[in-house]
């Protein structure tokens, strides 16, 4: 699943790098204003798709979703690399889009598959992954295509591809799985995500059911997942919308949101200074990114190591031996800050440019990174803890602020940083990165209050 939001983002993040490159390979030329619908239908639908992909992945199952959307994935890869013309190309960046944006279903996997105490360092993985696919394609992009051709961009989009595939056929199974009516073969299956809505303490109940047998027709498809109607199409394509009233997701997204709107920023200005007086990178601004990368390393590592230990110091500390979900969010403070940190350090070393400030732009850019690895992971796991099924949809709005967010920065930051400097602009950011930051606190002192007030929708959505 980990490799699966990598290849999804290289994708995504690898093309507009290689842009400037672009305008004088693709024939006929493009001016450069339209050639840069590339990046933005791409990520905004890459976003937006979840909303189609999440409730799919309920109804019918992981497995099937993941494996389809993987081909899809695929088939559009070659398209990107095949396509003659523009309006071709562009077609098939739509549907890689659509096609990579069911990452999003990887948390919902980890939070079956892993009990409590692993899910942090299982979720630190994932997204350090995803963060990664973006700074990587924008290290390689500009010289795949300067040195093969910026379809060979797309090619190598279709190894990872279909590597991913290979892996989810092998290694991902159904986290869905109904093993009672799989067994038992005589009551309705259950809908929606009713089946994770219990702990695996729970499942010992199931095991029992394994000593009656398997029905006599267990066909392949049956296997992998295929053909199991498990809800109601509407009621799931609302849910994610109906999660907004959940004050975590709120917390979630605009931590996240916001977080994002830095990398894009830092993303988006970061080669442009660097290739400008007093710098003049040249063709090597795409190395700008790998501060980004070390960051990722950084942040993944810390939060590999802290996630799940905050948990079981705090469980041992209770008389009852139980964490409450609440206990993960001091975690996020030292990315929140190293995000904020990092963005003015950026901001006020591009307003200052002198004969090594580059190195202050590749360190504020790769503290930000640490805290795009480090806040997401430990907020993802507080909506699994809090909200339990219902974190999927959760995290389908998160993606979709990601994603809107992610388009509407590339509108108006460079022509914000050409008016009015580097310094206010990157200071707003890192002001809302802390201000958002700090709704951890009140969720830290009230979440369990909330979590009982709001009890009733939880249990009506579990049950539904």
Partial sequence: ??????????????????????????????????????????????????IIWVPLSNIFGRRPVLLLSM?????????????????????????????????TVAPTVIAEVFFLHERGRAMAIYTAFLAAGPYAGGISGSYIASSFGYQYIFWISTAFAVWSLLMQYLLVP??????????????PPLSGEDGIAQE???????????????????????????????GHWLRHSLAPWLSLRLPGTWMVVLQYGALVGGVVS??????????????????????????????????????????????????????????????????????IFLGTIGLWTFGFCAANPSAHGWAGLIVGSGMHAAGLTMVPSIGFNYLIE???????????????????????????TAEWIMSAGAA????????????????????????????????GFVSERHGS
């Avoid at 004088?24 to 001016?31: A, E, N, R, T, V």
């Avoid at 090597?284 to 070390?294: A, E, K, M």
């Avoid at 996630?307 to 500390?317: G, L, N, S, T, V």
């Avoid at 990601?402 to 388009?407: E, I, K, Q, T, Y």
Wanted: hydrophobic letters at 50%; glycine letters at 10%.
């Fill in 200 to 230: 695996k303490s729970q499942i010992s109940t199931v095991e029992r059911a394994a000593g009656s047998g398997v029905p006599a027709r267990y066909t392949y498809i049956q296997s992998l997942g295929f053909g199991r109607y498990r």
């Fill in 386 to 412: 809090a909200y339990g099924a219902l974190s999927g949809d959760c995290f389908t709005m998160a993606s979709v602020a990601r994603s809107v967010v992610g388009l509407a920065w590339t509108y108006f």
């Fill in 71 to 103: 081909v899809f994935f695929t088939f559009a890869s070659v398209w990107c690399g095949l396509a003659s013309s523009f309006d071709s190309l562009l077609a098939a960046r739509a549907v890689q889009g659509m096609a990579g944006a069911v990452y």
């Fill in 266 to 335: 830092t993303a988006t200005v970061g080669p442009m200074f660097l290739a400008a007086p007093p710098y003049l990178w040249g063709s090597s601004v795409g190395l700008f990114n790998l501060g980004g990368l070390v960051g990722v390393a950084i942040g993944a590592l810390f939060t590999f190591l802290t996630a799940d230990y905050m948990i079981k110091w705090r469980a041992k500390k209770e008389q009852h031996g139980i964490s409450e979900p609440e206990t993960r969010l001091p975690i996020l403070m030292p990315g």
């Fill in 1 to 50: 699943m980990a490799w699966h939001a990598f290849a999804a983002d290289f994708a995504s993040g690898a093309v507009a790098p290689a842009l400037p490159i672009m305008a004088y390979q693709i024939i006929p030329p493009q001016p450069f204003p339209t050639l840069t619908k590339l990046v933005s239908v791409n990520v905004l639908i890459f976003g937006c798709s979840n």
């Fill in 424 to 455: 206010l602009p990157f200071g707003v950011f890192g002001m809302l990165t802390a201000v958002f930051g700090l709704l951890a606190v009140p969720l830290y002192f009230s979440g369990k209050r909330s979590r009982i007030a709001i009890a």
């Fill in 174 to 187: 159904e986290t869905l799985f109904d093993r009672e009516q799989q067994v038992l073969g005589d009551s």
